[in-house]
């Protein structure tokens, strides 16, 4: 039987650091109401000239480094992403050329907040199937090109950035406990796609669009949706969420992420938080917040880690994993 583990993780932030104080100097805004609301202190803007596909592969080189392996190791590529560098080809693919990795499976996924986990579910299904052994799974993200600047609900809490983990398959040993990811869940409800979208795209208005969303009716889902994700994986797995030792959630709101916290019963000092310096990142928040985590030396080997995120479509997941 064939485990999937997480043998590299990396992450990648653009030189540009906006304040809550330097949003206050163009739009009507306030660092007080931004924290308040949000948690958001700052954010990363990427540079004018730098793309999704450019963030990707600064993560991917440092999940690379971190897993000890080659581009030539790696089998496929799945950049979740929601500002992809074109149309098309998929920014997967413009990784895979940046990095000098050999012909393999590249594709993109588009899931919003939710999309590193669908990328994360494809490449465990992709791997314990026997069809690669090194899988390479990216959050990136420019948000930055769609905010609407008249829309302070809005602009103030997004920023951009880029995750990465590598993904590797093992025999696995009975006389250790599993290892890796032990348990995935996603779902989604189109019918709630009017309160978290883009107002544009390629064959409704051919254009990008801005980003719209109702806040209170997308607080309302991600609380309950997030949380029941959690419920589920560990049912899936068979392992008592108060086994848990790091919860990895998608950081698009302080108070999201701490109503979630308390229905779980999860101690706070249980929570990785970084949307106090990264804002919502969307599909890169998961991974940009693992990286943190294990950076700071708070995730350690043999931990037991739940991620889960809510976007829009709505789409939703959970994944279970013992680091």
């Not at 969420?241 to 108070?255: G, L, M, S, Y």
Request: proline share 3%; net charge negative; hydrophobic share 40%.
């Amino acid at each position: 039987m064939i485990e999937t583990i997480i043998s590299g993780v990396g992450s990648y932030l653009p030189k540009n650091v906006v304040t809550n104080e330097d949003l206050a100097k163009i739009v009507e805004t306030s660092d007080e109401w931004i924290r308040s609301r949000s948690g958001i202190g700052q954010r990363h803007f990427a540079a004018e000239d730098e793309a999704s596909s450019d963030l990707a592969t600064a993560a991917a080189w440092a999940a690379l480094d971190q897993a000890g392996l080659k581009p030539r190791d790696i089998g496929l590529i799945i950049v979740a992403t929601v500002t992809p560098d074109k149309t098309f080809p998929s920014t997967a693919v413009y990784v895979q050329d940046k990095i000098g990795a050999p012909p393999g499976i590249a594709f993109d996924v588009s899931a919003a907040c939710a999309g590193f986990l669908y990328a994360m579910n494809i490449a465990h299904d992709f791997i314990r199937t026997g069809q690669v052994k090194h899988a390479l799974i990216i959050g990136a993200e420019k948000l930055s090109c769609f905010l609407d600047w008249d829309d302070r609900a809005t602009c103030v809490l997004f920023g951009d950035g880029a995750g990465a983990v590598v993904l590797t398959g093992e025999e696995s040993q009975t006389a250790r406990e599993p290892r890796g990811i032990l348990a995935t869940y996603l779902s989604s409800d189109g019918r709630l796609a009017k309160h978290l979208y883009a107002d544009g795209g390629p064959s409704s208005t051919g254009t990008v669009g801005k980003v719209r969303m109702n806040g209170k009716e997308v607080f309302r889902n991600a609380v309950e949706q997030i949380s029941n994700a959690v419920f589920e994986v560990t049912e899936r797995a068979k392992v008592s969420r108060h086994e848990i030792d790091w919860f990895v959630p998608h950081q698009a709101n302080i108070r999201i992420i701490e109503s979630c916290g308390k229905r779980l019963e999860l101690n706070e000092s249980k929570v990785i938080v970084t949307i106090d310096k990264h804002a919502n990142t969307s599909s890169a928040s998961i991974p940009l917040a693992l990286d943190a985590g294990i950076r700071d030396g708070r995730i350690e080997r043999g931990q037991l880690l739940v991620f889960a995120a809510l976007g829009g479509g709505l789409a939703w997941g959970s994944a279970l994993a013992r680091y």
